[in-house]
């Protein structure tokens, strides 16, 4: 099906650009009797694959391909009208058709088309309009989302996640002050969903698609706010301070009792199965908790002063950064001890990697003396080197398992 559908998205660009090497020189309705023949055939095509039962792969592949030339038939058609309009819409109908076909027939390559046509819509009404389509990650999770999970698709689901994460910061993120609300607030819904979805035995890929999604978003946004500057710089941008009309406040009010309805039922999860105490609790839905409530309490630090206008309160960015940088120290921590007690190397090296990033980070806005940062060095150095050996003792003494594939070898 993978090389079906990349031959069917290549087959489609090869045909959009042979219409358009040979436009001009075509009727009009020799130009609209293409469009739609090769839409009408790329489709009949699909219902007769998918009637014969033949090879699924085959029959996406054709309908893909409808999807494609139907895509370049909205720009063609435009073309041949002259009609000027406002062009991200010609992606959000594309991704429309799309979800239509990913529904009806249903199709993973449907879906995924639909996705990035998602993303690319709201990425183009940002960048040349300056406008926020807050449907956009609507559409995602309801359109892409909830087909990867019926579907019980991994690539889909996969896809879909980091499109959600796209249409989120461009569609809700109206002004610099609101960024890491957004972003920290994505991350904790991205791992609430993970953990309400522990233990699903019809999609156990689930889980670690939506936690790897938002641990790649969560550790760069929560490196970010340990520097002192870059939180400051923040919250003196503050969204408060520009007094916004309800159209524009009312999507983070509602993003908001989102991510603590999603935390509060995995939190209630965690609790009900006795799992509140386990390091991946902590790690994964605990602290990603924490740096949002404290990054909302910074926000609105400004509603309580008593200034007349809402201001940068001067204590924020220090709380915020001091808060940040605990997490990300437990962080280190956490990954270092979970991975030399279980002899997990893939945590291991993770908390050495952020340990490393975070020492760096601190030469740069902390240590100014040479004596300071050769001896950073030196505790870096003996604190990997002690993880070194921890590590290799742990493991020594795990019994051996032998190699199902190969009897006569131990793993």
Not at 199 to 216: E, K, N, Q, V, Y
Not at 249 to 278: C, D, H, K, M
Request: aromatic share 12%.
């Amino acid at each position: 099906m993978i090389f079906a559908c990349s031959g069917a998205v290549v087959l489609g660009m090869g045909v959009i650009l042979l219409f358009a090497y040979n436009w001009d020189q075509m009727h009009k309705f020799g130009k609209l009797a293409i469009i739609f023949t090769a839409l009408a055939a790329a489709h009949t095509t699909g219902i007769i694959l998918r009637s014969k039962n033949l090879t699924p792969g085959f029959a996406d592949a054709a309908f893909l391909l409808g999807s494609m030339i139907f895509g370049a038939g909205i720009w063609l058609v435009a073309q041949i009208y002259h009609i000027s309009a406002h062009y991200p819409n010609a992606f959000v109908v594309w991704a429309i058709g799309a979800l239509l076909f990913a529904w009806l027939l249903p199709s993973v390559a449907q879906g995924l088309l639909a996705a990035v046509m998602i993303s690319v819509w709201a990425c183009c009404e940002a960048v040349s309009y300056d406008s926020h389509p807050v449907a956009a990650p609507l559409l995602v999770l309801v359109g892409s989302g909830w087909l990867a999970w019926r579907m019980r698709s991994p690539v889909l689901l996969a896809v879909a996640a980091v499109s959600f994460v796209v249409s989120m910061g461009v569609g809700l993120v109206f002004h610099a002050g609101c960024v890491m609300v957004v972003l920290l607030g994505t991350t904790l819904m991205l791992e609430s969903a993970a953990w309400l979805a522990r233990d699903c035995a019809s999609f156990p890929a689930a889980t670690r698609i939506l936690h790897i999604t938002g641990m790649i978003l969560y550790l760069p946004v929560l490196f970010i706010l340990t520097f002192h500057d870059a939180a400051e710089d923040l919250l003196r941008n503050s969204y408060w301070s520009d007094q916004p009309p309800p159209h524009e406040w009312l999507p983070l009010v509602v993003l908001i009792l989102a991510v603590f309805g999603l935390s509060a039922g995995a939190g209630y999860r965690a609790v009900t199965e006795q799992r509140f105490n386990t390091q991946e609790f902590r790690s994964n839905l605990l602290a990603p908790s924490l740096i949002f409530t404290a990054y909302l309490i910074a926000w609105w630090a400004p509603l309580l002063s008593d200034k007349a206008h809402f201001t940068y309160h001067p204590n924020a960015a220090t709380m915020l950064c001091a808060a940040a940088n605990a997490l990300f120290i437990y962080h280190i921590l956490g990954n270092l001890w979970a991975g030399c007690r279980n002899s997990r190397l893939r945590q291991v090296v993770g908390g050495s990697l952020l340990l490393a990033v975070w020492i760096f980070a601190r030469f740069a806005d902390l240590f100014d003396s040479l004596l300071v940062r050769g001896t950073m060095f030196m505790v870096m150095g003996a604190g990997l080197f002690a993880v070194a050996v921890i590590y290799q003792r742990n493991k020594s003494h795990l019994p051996a398992v032998t190699n199902p594939l190969n009897p006569g070898k131990e793993d």
